[in-house]
């Protein structure tokens, strides 16, 4: 049992450090660092860079395309590039819909999907929620009904991230309505965005942001070999799926960059002010997120260590998707703490490349609510977190 | 970056696990505590007989060359059967002490036969006035020849009464809370002039209040240099946090077990109680802490087994969430026990005894984020 990295594990993050030093384009850091969103352009080049490098399959096994690493040596990717503030890859193509096919698909899925998810050639989106079906997910009305050589899908899809520039989307549709329980007779099938009778309606978020849609499909005509595996499975391809998605959205590299951000952040004078870190109280409360998120960051490695790669965790993944998540709403309550009144000012367009006007606040500050009010989902999607604690009673517990 | 246990280790677990099954059953447990010294004799000789005794000193002393890790796994286990046996006063903190500033001829002395269960030994880590400042040290060494006549009085001294040998840090210089000044003192507990006033303690252990009356001791009695006694204070205390961090994981290991387990066998409204969705979430947030504080607490003890800059901080947050989730797990476990939770037969009451005793000790939750603040 050691803590310390063996020379190996130094080389390689040796070599991520200088990856993203030398390869992380000077554009992108400088939009992250000011609080930019970057463009599904700048998005997609960075994650052809990181094909280029052969590291877009993360989690991918190596007879994939996929790097194959250990759990460390991801725990070196993950550290280093939170530290540089570079961009999560957009997670529908590589982290979910990727290791269904190649866990679940036939050959000619496989060579058909997986070269262009690798190069980011292709967009893909998610399409599990309805309108009616949220946390009882297995209750989804989405109809694909078999006809001749094609499904034909009606129903709505929502809560679609960036499905507003999506290619593809993955969806689970219900083929069978004769079943003895609601989780048979679901499928997963891909359909191409472009097919007729597929619209997408923008939903704003409370931080006033287009990051998800509602997907209608009307009549949509979808060919029977986009059927991933087989007929009335996809309840279990897709729990495999969101077991990936659990594990990933716990984001402890990103709140540990995040947290080391905040305490240099507190500890200079904001407009003459004294530095926060004089206040005895929020830098207690600081240090209680640290812990929990330490010991967050020691709990996932030893979750991942129990997993060969190019496996979905199982339902301990719930655990780190709780923590995770709850360790990110309580960071961003403490930014919004930090930011004191410059909290409020609510002036989107500054974080535009284009802005010409003059800046209120500090980036850090007027971003720290919208912040704040956006990943109050983080604790909703991925299955609540409510949903996850069934999930860990039932499968973990035995209750 | 490894998180399984050696060959060895597995050894040592495995031979702890077994014993607790075969001979440490939680009424076995009770008549020890409850008996005189408040441990057992015979249980102790086995601890010897088995090595146990021996496993964080040096090959030189006649250990087992184990480390933080190796006393993290034992611990562990402890805290699982609850033992009431005194390790941490003898080998924690007398041993521990001793290896870090104990001369050849006094590790000859007192190691060898603390190792060997013939001796019972504790350190004074403590006064009444300290609170949890370990340099805080009123009590007085003064030099009279080639002899030092010591004044003054400890608190809460494990393994107290039973102690043959205590070590007594007292301060031969400066301020009351100065870490320089501090010497540490290897005494006899029959020395004219020591009062021990032995206690129970309300985990089922034992514990004494120490009054030194002009307590005189020949020079061969300091351990270390005279006045730099408070890095290896420190150091084993340090270790002693992380052990009993260590216990109360395995504690709550236990807590979160046999909440479950019996929310599965009690019915109510003709239902088990585990059926129930506010008490389900309420032992996943159980298990949740328990893993937690698994982790955090062996990130803490290799860092501190490995010298890492990063050791003090480590200590503090394990001990930290130990104090505020840990302790509410405990809370938890007796509230979802109903009635049964609250009465002296159950094991869970006592078990959650032990958890909120190590709470207090060494530095409570609020005295480790002020650490951790700054």
Known sequence: MHVTF?????????????????????????????????????????????????????????????????PVQKYIYATEEANANAPLVIPFGLSMVGPVIYTFGSEEQKQRFLPDILASKVWWCQGYSEPGSGSDLASLKTRADLVGDHFVVNGTKTWTT???????????VRTNTDVARRQEGISFILIDMKSPGVSVKPIILLDGVHEVNEIHFENVEVPVENLVGEEGKGWTYGKVLLQHERANIAGVARSRYRLRRLRKQVKSSVRG?????????????LAAVEVELKALEYTELRTLAAVSSGKAPGPESSILKVKGTEIQQAIDMLYLQAAGYYALPYVPDQYRPDFADQYVGEEAETQSSLRYFNYRKASIYGGSNEIQKNIIAKHVLGL | ???????????????????????????????????ESGFSADVWKTFAELGWTTVPFSEDDGGFNGDQVDVMVMMQRFGRGLLVEPFLANIVLAGGTLKRVGNAAQRQKWLQSIMSGELQATLAFTEPQARYDIANIATTAAADGADWVLNGQKGLVFN??????????????????????ITLFAVPADTAGMSINAYHTVDGLRAAELT??????????????????????????????????????????????KTVEYSKSRSQFGVPIGSFQALQHRMVDMLTVCEQATSLLLWATMTVAEGSAEAKRAVSSVKYL???????????????????????????????????????LFGNADWHLDKLAA
């Open chain 1, 162 to 172: 960036l499905g507003q520039h999506a290619d593809w989307i993955f969806c689970l």
């Open chain 2, 1 to 35: 970056m490894d998180f399984s246990l050696n060959e060895v280790q597995e050894m040592l677990a495995d031979s702890i696990e077994k014993f607790i099954d075969n001979e440490y059953a939680f009424d076995t447990r009770q008549k020890y505590a409850a008996s």
């Open chain 2, 160 to 181: 107290g009464g039973s102690s043959d040998l205590i070590i007594i840090p007292a301060r031969t210089s400066g301020k009351q809370e100065d870490e320089s000044g």
């Open chain 1, 273 to 285: 002010a004294a530095p926060l870190s004089g206040d005895k109280n929020f830098m207690r409360r």
């Open chain 2, 322 to 360: 130990v104090g505020t989730s840990g302790q509410t797990l405990g809370e938890e476990a007796v509230q979802l026990h109903g009635g049964m939770g609250v009465t002296w037969d159950l094991d869970v009451a006592h078990y959650f005894k032990r958890l909120t005793a190590i709470s207090q």
């Open chain 2, 212 to 257: 030194l009356n002009d307590v005189r001791l020949s020079g061969d009695a300091v351990l270390g240099g005279t006045g730099d006694g408070f890095a290896a204070l420190d150091a084993t205390i340090d270790d002693a946090t992380l052990a009993i961090c260590a216990e109360a994981v395995g504690i709550m290991q236990v807590l979160k077990d």
């Open chain 1, 6 to 70: 063996s020379p190996e594990e130094l080389a390689f993050q040796e070599e991520v450090r200088a990856f993203f030093r030398d390869e992380y384009p000077e554009d992108m850091r400088e939009k992250r660092d000011k609080g930019m969103e970057l463009d599904p352009e700048d998005q997609i080049r960075w994650q052809q860079l990181l094909h280029k490098k052969g590291w877009a399959g993360i989690n991918w096994p190596v007879e994939f395309g996929g790097t194959g690493w250990t």
